[in-house]
């Protein structure tokens, strides 16, 4: 199957700075990636989703100022948490695929964040 | 709204069956997903379902019935590393990936 990239796999940073998580489509061409967060014992969160070239759609409920998604490539998307705080801490997990119905989601290895 | 519903939890012997079942309301439905997740990881694939009936793939079959609204995931001679959550997913109108909370499955020696 096709492969998702996604780095770093895990992350501490102190309260009030930024952190970016990269998510790459190594073998074919995402035209949507879709970004989860997941909190201890609970299902996969839709955060947002981003379309190659264009701004990304939120989740009511998710601040577009705080968690910056930028869609530049086919391959490439990054999520930015900005300011982060000990709430933000969650593991975060990209997928990617094409709007065709056939296509699971393909999934990168998820990055746990630990805001200190 | 769009819901669907999974046991939270179940626990089965090592090489028992187990069967995990999911109900879904979405609006549209373009395929049913399941995945095992396991703690700290990524969600794995495991089957697509877009027609009724059963799909078998090795020790994992999944089925689903659009008419109920009901799906479940069949998993045969359990090993201890079968121990995991499984999510089940719908496609709906739009595409979207809609989740379940998952079902946390607990294999005893």
């Known amino acids: 199957g096709a492969v998702v990239s996604q780095h770093p796999s895990w992350v501490i940073c102190k309260s009030g700075t930024s952190v970016k998580i990269e998510c790459r489509s190594l073998?074919?061409?995402?035209?949507?990636m879709f970004w989860y967060r997941q909190f201890p014992k609970q299902s996969l969160m839709l955060m947002a989703t981003s379309n190659e070239g264009s701004k990304a759609t939120y989740e009511q409920g998710v601040e577009k100022d705080k968690f910056l998604i930028n869609h530049a490539s086919l391959t490439l998307s990054t999520l930015t948490v900005t300011s982060a705080h000990p709430e933000d801490s969650s593991f975060y997990i990209c997928?990617?695929?094409?709007?065709?119905?056939?296509?699971?989601?393909?999934f990168g290895q998820g990055t746990r964040l630990t805001v200190v | 709204g769009q819901n669907i519903d999974q046991p939270t939890e179940m626990t089965a012997t090592e090489g028992a069956i187990v069967q995990i079942n999911c109900t879904y309301q979405?609006?549209?439905?373009?395929?049913l997903f399941w995945y095992q997740q396991h703690a700290g990881e990524a969600p794995t694939f495991l089957s697509y379902n877009v027609l009724d009936g059963l799909e078998e793939k090795g020790r994992f079959s999944s089925f689903l019935s659009r008419s109920k609204g009901y799906s479940y995931l069949l998993l045969k001679e359990l090993q201890m590393k079968d121990s995991a959550s499984y999510l089940c997913a719908v496609k709906d109108s739009n595409y979207q990936l809609i989740w379940g909370a998952g079902t946390k499955l607990i294999i005893k020696p």
């Open positions: 073998d074919f061409q995402a035209t949507t």
């Open positions: 997928s990617a695929g094409t709007p065709d119905r056939n296509t699971e989601a393909f």
């Open positions: 979405t609006s549209g439905f373009n395929g």
